[in-house]
Every structure is written in C-alpha cells, then in structure tokens.
C-alpha cells in the first residue's frame, strides 16, 4: 500500500498540471478603444503645435520668410508620396481581407518605399533650409516650423518602423488574428498621418507661399 502512495506521489510529481482559462484575457474591442485614446492624445499634440505655429508663423524677426525658403512643387512632390502610400495601404488591407499574404507584404512594401521617399524629401528640405543658415535657432517662425513638421516626420519614422516589424510578423505566422488586429491599428495610425499632413501643407507651406 505504501509503495502505491510512492508510486503516485512520483507520478504525482513529474505529470505537471494544466490550467486553462475561464475566458479570453483580451477583451474584445479593447485594443481598437485604447489606440483611438492614443489617436485623440496625439491630435491634442499636433493641435497644440500648430497653435504655436499660428502665433509664431509670422515672427521672422527680420529674416526669410515662408516665401523666401519654401519650395513648393518639392513639396506637393513629397505630399504626393505620402497620399500614394495611403492608397497602397489600402490595397494591403484589400489583400488582406482576400487571406493573401504575399500580395498584403507586396503592398506593404510598397507603402514603406514610398514613406521613405517621403522621409527623404524631408531629409534634404531640412538640410537646404539648414544651408541657406535658416535653422530652427534663426526666428521663432522657423523654430515653430522645424518643430512641427520635425514632429511628423518622426511619427512617419516610428510609423515605417512598425511597418517593418509586422511585416516581419506576418511573413514569420501569416493573417492571424493577431497580426490582423495590429494591421488595423497601423492603418489608423498612417490614414492619421496623412490627414496631419494635409493641415501641414495647407495651413505651414500654402499659406506660408502665399
């Protein structure tokens, strides 16, 4: 009798023990109500950014304007490749729904060739601004101005980096669950960039040339 209790203890001891929950821990919905709080926290940055941009735009304190540096067809060049990019993350989302992962990852790809493109444009504006001696440090207007659309660039930079990672993810598991929920909430992400930009453009470059 005793060597069964020894037996079973041993037995016992080497099984281990399963648990399984009662529910799923995610909750549904939940990621898509945090990232749109996330959405509304970064409108009230960029809105406060261009608010200071409003009251300083106009401070040059004596040196170049808007329409003495900005270079408009470079910039609807560089708005065109954010638009575009918009529109081949449609497409990837399209394919998606479709269950087709080389054709989601080629879309994607695509989207990150052209944010980098857009990221470049930018790069080489800031640099020739930089040449020409109208750094940040030069007017109020032109801190304002570096700060604000250095601001978008980085959100597109950590936007191309997430992109990077889960294409990665989805070569590696494919369409789950999981990787779907956070292709949702990277297409939100970049739709908003480009609605920021548009503000950009429109309220910093048109007016400024105008």
């Not at 929950?21 to 261009?50: K, Q, R, V």
């Not at 409003?54 to 270079?71: E, K, N």
């Not at 889960?166 to 999981?178: A, D, F, S, V, Y």
Request: aromatic share 14%.
């Amino acid at each position: 009798m005793s060597e069964l209790r020894m037996n079973a203890g041993a037995a016992g001891a080497i099984e281990p023990r399963e648990y399984h929950l009662a529910e799923e821990p995610h909750p549904a919905n939940g990621t898509a109500l945090g990232f749109w709080l996330y959405l509304m926290s970064d409108c009230l940055i960029f809105a406060a950014l261009f608010a200071t941009y409003g009251v300083l735009g106009r401070s040059y304190a004596a040196g170049p304007t808007g329409a003495d540096l900005f270079d408009l067809p470079l910039v609807a060049m560089n708005t065109a490749f954010l638009l575009l990019s918009s529109i081949t993350f449609g497409f990837a989302m399209l394919k998606k729904q479709q269950r087709q992962v080389g054709a989601t990852l080629g879309w994607l790809a695509v989207t990150g060739v052209l944010g980098l493109c857009f990221l470049g444009l930018e790069l080489y504006e800031f640099s020739h601004l930089l040449h020409q001696g109208a750094g940040p440090g030069r007017s109020a207007f032109l801190s304002s101005f570096f700060t604000l659309v250095g601001t978008h660039g980085l959100h597109v930079t950590f936007g191309l980096i997430w992109l990077v990672v889960l294409m990665l993810q989805i070569n590696k598991h494919g369409l789950t669950h999981e990787n779907n929920r956070r292709l949702m909430c990277l297409s939100m992400f970049w739709h908003f960039l480009d609605v920021v930009w548009i503000g950009v453009f429109t309220f910093v470059y048109l007016m400024g040339v105008l």
